[in-house]
């Protein structure tokens, strides 16, 4: 478990890192506010005590896998590799600007420390999967996991669901999928756009291992994500309920900050919330 002291180092660093997202989409002047405050929580656990990983040498051949296939949330992937170590944290203000290694979505090819390019929706979990299969072709996937992250929107791409399937069959035991159950979309409320629920009956029918909790307590997602990791004979999905715009009240669980920047005004606003935070 972890320690009460660990938690309190761990909520620090996503408070600092939900600021450097605000400064980079301030400075960008576009990208995505609500999806990537939200999953803070989970990013900073992840890259801060999880992940078998090294920044010093991101290319590690036995490092666990990173797909992350919602790629509009990147502000979050970026803040947090940045804060880890995998690259300088000024160099999060060039997040979209023109020749820049921080594209509006991952881009493999501009900054080789991420798994995969991200894109179109629904894409990631087949990119996961196939990474899934190879490591069960070659005798590694009881070395190492391939985590993706997927929206709660993106499940409406049918792609998504023969991801599914197709896990499901080969039984890709360390396979953990972490979808964003944020109830938003582009375009509104998941529920109003294209129901999803019953979500957790619908990954159970597919041969998944199904695990929901919160995504802001960091010591029910460790214990979740430990469930996963010793979980034999199956993938696991953990629905993570989490609060878009986590962190800043005027943005939480407002779809209309899914796609949006925050203004100069909007930006000082959430960075005095941030910065006044009391522990």
């Known amino acids: 478990m972890l320690t009460e002291e660990k938690i309190l180092e761990l909520e620090k660093k996503a408070n600092d890192i939900r600021i450097s997202i605000i400064e980079m989409l301030m400075e960008a002047k576009s990208g995505h506010t609500a999806g990537s405050l939200g999953m803070v929580d989970i990013f900073t656990l992840f890259y801060f005590y999880i992940l078998k990983q090294n920044p010093k040498n991101p290319a590690w051949e036995e490092r666990d896998r990173v797909v992350l296939s919602n790629g509009h949330i990147c502000p979050v992937l970026y803040a947090t590799m940045a804060h880890a170590g995998y ?85 890709l035991r360390n396979l953990i999928a972490v979808v964003d159950r944020n109830n938003i979309q582009i375009e509104g409320f998941t529920e109003d756009v294209m129901p999803l629920e019953p979500l957790h009956s619908k990954w159970k029918s597919f041969n998944w291992h199904i695990i929901e909790v919160s995504g802001h307590n960091l010591q029910s997602l460790n214990e979740v994500v430990e469930e996963a990791q010793v979980n034999k004979g199956k993938p696991t999905v953990i629905i993570a309920h989490t609060i878009p715009g986590k962190g800043v009240k005027e943005f939480e669980k407002n779809y209309k900050w899914h796609g949006k920047a925050p203004s100069k005004e909007e930006g000082e606003m959430a960075l005095r919330e941030l910065r006044n935070f009391r522990f």
């Open 87 to 171: 690259f300088p944290v000024e160099e999060l203000k060039t997040l979209r600007k023109f020749g820049a290694r921080l594209q509006g979505h991952p881009h493999r090819e501009y900054l080789p420390y991420v798994d995969t390019s991200s894109g179109p929706l629904g894409s990631g979990l087949s990119q996961a999967v196939g990474m899934a299969i190879a490591d069960k072709i070659d005798g590694k996937d009881k070395s190492r996991f391939i985590y993706c992250f997927i929206s709660d929107g993106e499940l409406d791409e049918g792609n998504t669901w023969e991801a599914v399937m197709l896990a499901g069959k080969y039984k």
